[in-house]
C-alpha cells in the first residue's frame, strides 16, 4: 500500500485533471474532465467534485496524505480563492473550502497554475538542482514562478513570478489586466499570431491562425511571421532579465505551448538576452526548454503540496 501519494488537480479553461503522485512524482491514477468554462461556478464545481469522485474510487486513494491543487488564475491562497480569467463563472470563488468536503478532510494548497509549474520543473524538470530560478509558461497567456534559495516561492496570495504582468513597453497596448505593454500582450501565442496577421501574415489553405501556425511559417522563411516570434522573444527577454536583476536567478525555463516553436523562439530569446542581462551577475542566465510537458501542473501540484511541509520530509522535493 502506498502511503505516500499526494492527490493533484490541475484546473484550466479546457480541462479539469487530476491525478495521484507518488514520491517519486510518478503519476498512479489519473481522472479528468473537460471545464464547463462558459457555466455558472457550481457547473464548474460539479465537474471538479467528479474528477475527485474518480480519483478516490481507486484502492491507492487511502494513501494520500494531501491535496495540492494549480489553477488557473489569478488565485488567492492565503484566502483559498480563484477567479480564472478564462472561467467567468469563478471569481473569488472559493475553491479550497468547497474542495474539502470532496478530498476528504485532506491538507489542501493552492497555487496559481505558473507556480505549479515551476515546482513540476524544479522537482523533476530542467531546474532540478537549480536553486534560484524562474520558470515561465508561454500559451494563451504567460504565467510563471520563482525558486529562490533552493524553495518554492509562491509567495503570500501564491501568485509571485508571474512574470506576464510585467511591463515592458510602457507606452505599449493596453492589456486586459489593466497595465500596458505587458509581457503577455506581446509574447501570448494569441498575441503573437495577432500581430503576424496584422502585418501582412497570411494562413495556408487550412486556415490556422495559431502561434503555431506562425511559427511553422517562421520556420519555412516567411520574414513577417519571423519577426513576430522576435519581438515576442524580445519582451520575454526584458522580462526574464528585469527578474534576474531583481532577485538573481541562475536559470529561465520557458514551457508551454509557445515553447514547442523550439529555436524559432529560442534563438532570438537568447540573442535579445543578451541586451538585457548586462549586468554581471546576470550575464551567465541560461535560458533552456522546460521538459515535465503536459503533466507538469498534476506534478507541480504535488511537488507544491509536498513543499508547503503537509507531507513526510522524506517525501519534499528534490533541493526543498
Avoid at 473537460?34 to 474510487?57: I, K
Wanted: glycine share 16%; net charge negative.
Amino acid at each position: 500500500m502506498h502511503t505516500d501519494l499526494v492527490a493533484a488537480l490541475d484546473i484550466g479553461g479546457t480541462k479539469i485533471a487530476g491525478a495521484l503522485v507518488d514520491a517519486g512524482g510518478r503519476i498512479l491514477v489519473r481522472a479528468q474532465r473537460p471545464t464547463p468554462a462558459e457555466e455558472d461556478g457550481a457547473t464548474v464545481m460539479r465537474a471538479v467534485d467528479a474528477v475527485l469522485a474518480e480519483l478516490a474510487e481507486s484502492p491507492l486513494w487511502a494513501g494520500a496524505q494531501a491535496l495540492g491543487i494549480g489553477s488557473a488564475g489569478p488565485v488567492d491562497a492565503a484566502a483559498g480563492t480563484v477567479s480564472p480569467v478564462n472561467v467567468p463563472g469563478w471569481r473569488g470563488f472559493p475553491l479550497v473550502e468547497r474542495v474539502r468536503p470532496a478530498a476528504g478532510g485532506l491538507p489542501v494548497t493552492l497555487v496559481g497554475d505558473g507556480v505549479a509549474m515551476t515546482a513540476a520543473e524544479h522537482w523533476q524538470g530542467a531546474a532540478r538542482g537549480f536553486d534560484n530560478a524562474l520558470c515561465m509558461v508561454v500559451s494563451t497567456g504567460v504565467g510563471g514562478g520563482l525558486v529562490l534559495g533552493g524553495r518554492l516561492h509562491p509567495g503570500p496570495t501564491g501568485n509571485a513570478g508571474h512574470i506576464g504582468h510585467i511591463s515592458v513597453d510602457l507606452d505599449g497596448d493596453p492589456c486586459p489586466c489593466g497595465s500596458r505593454g505587458c509581457v503577455e500582450r506581446i509574447a501570448s501565442g494569441p498575441n503573437i499570431a495577432r500581430r503576424a496577421v496584422e502585418n501582412g501574415w497570411r494562413p495556408g489553405p487550412d486556415g490556422d491562425l495559431t502561434a503555431a501556425a506562425v511559427a511553422a511559417a517562421a520556420r519555412a522563411g516567411d520574414p513577417v511571421a519571423g519577426a513576430s516570434f522576435d519581438r515576442a522573444a524580445q519582451a520575454l527577454a526584458a522580462g526574464i532579465a528585469a527578474t534576474a536583476t531583481l532577485v538573481e536567478i541562475d536559470i529561465a525555463v520557458v514551457g508551454g505551448g509557445v515553447a514547442g516553436a523550439g529555436e524559432v523562439l529560442f534563438a532570438p530569446l537568447r540573442r535579445a538576452l543578451q541586451n538585457y542581462a548586462t549586468l554581471s551577475f546576470v550575464q551567465n542566465l541560461r535560458v533552456v526548454p522546460a521538459v515535465t510537458g503536459t503533466d507538469a501542473g498534476l506534478v507541480g501540484a504535488a511537488a507544491a503540496a509536498r513543499t508547503a511541509g503537509v507531507t513526510p520530509a522524506t517525501a519534499a522535493p528534490a533541493g526543498a
